[in-house]
């Protein structure tokens, strides 16, 4: 007993003299050392021989399978109820795509990044944190995952009911035009890349290593609000893979009219996004004087 309580009372006084949280990086100089990591190459053919890399890719579609089979789900059941007040409605949709990105990211981050997204895989790779081998091998395992998981929801609720409640496709909504989805897009997609760099940047956990900080939460979050502000906007995108696999499934004009918009839109807010936070975030001193 003696034991336990003297480990208790070492783990307790650990860290005695701790800061308010938010202010370590002006008080402190005492913090984890940092070192910024290298640049990820722009090819790197050693990875098409690693088990990892195509361990990374599997774990890619897997997510994105079981991120549409549940979103789309959602989405459907929504639409099969008459009164949207007798169903978990817009706000259940929204906690539908941030939840699935919270576990699915949770779960994934130590194999693959947990991207899940062509447009976060696309943020990082311009900021130099993977290479482009990986990046397209990324992309292409995110499509086929989507493709897949809302295949296997068309597969649950037939091809009239699916055809006839649009798939859950993503088009810009009556009473917008196109220039206001290409804005939600772009504004959605910064909103979710730039909070996956603020909640992964190694520099920050370095500084603030007290505060403990679980990635995932903040990025799902952020899904979660986005969703609420445009699904009356564009049905939200901010995920190719996600748009490209629904419009496929559902194959009509009403899926292909506006989808570059869901393509272009998300690739133009992670590049604002990655081009902010290394020239602004990643421009602030670890330790000031």
Not at 41 to 69: D, H, K, M, N, Q
Not at 72 to 97: D, E, H, P, Y
Not at 99 to 118: D, E, K
Request: with cysteine.
């Amino acid at each position: 007993m003696e034991g336990k309580e003297q480990d208790v009372s070492l783990g307790a006084n650990k860290f005695s003299e701790r800061q308010p949280i938010g202010t370590a990086a002006q008080s402190q100089d005492d913090g984890k050392d940092y070192q910024e990591p290298p640049a990820a190459p722009l090819f790197e053919p050693s990875e098409l021989t690693s088990w990892s890399f195509y361990r990374a890719g599997i774990a890619e579609f897997v997510a994105t399978f079981l991120f549409l089979y549940i979103t789309i789900l959602t989405v459907m059941g929504v639409n099969r109820s008459a009164s949207k007040c007798a169903t978990v409605g817009i706000q259940g949709i929204a906690w539908a795509f941030g939840g699935m990105i919270f576990a699915l990211v949770y779960c994934t981050a130590g194999i693959s990044g947990g991207h899940i997204n062509p447009a976060v895989t696309f943020g990082l790779f311009l900021a130099r944190k993977l290479s482009l081998t990986r990046a397209l091998f990324y992309m292409v395992m995110q499509v086929l995952g989507a493709i897949v998981g809302a295949g296997v929801v068309k597969g649950f609720e037939g091809k009239t009911f699916f055809g006839q409640h649009n798939g859950g496709a993503n088009f810009v909504a009556p009473g917008y035009t196109k220039g206001d989805g290409l804005g939600a897009e772009i504004v959605g997609t910064f909103i979710l890349v730039y909070t996956v760099f603020s909640a992964t940047d190694a520099k920050r956990n370095a500084r603030d290593s007290h505060v403990p900080i679980l990635a995932p939460l903040p990025i799902g979050f952020a899904v979660f609000l986005v969703h609420l502000a445009t699904i009356p906007i564009t049905g939200t995108g901010i995920n190719p893979a996600r748009s490209l696999g629904a419009a496929i499934i559902f194959n009509k004009d009403l899926g292909w009219d506006d989808h570059w918009i869901f393509w272009v839109g998300p690739f133009v807010g992670a590049a604002l996004a990655a081009l902010y936070h290394q020239v602004v975030i990643r421009a602030i001193p670890f330790k000031s004087n």
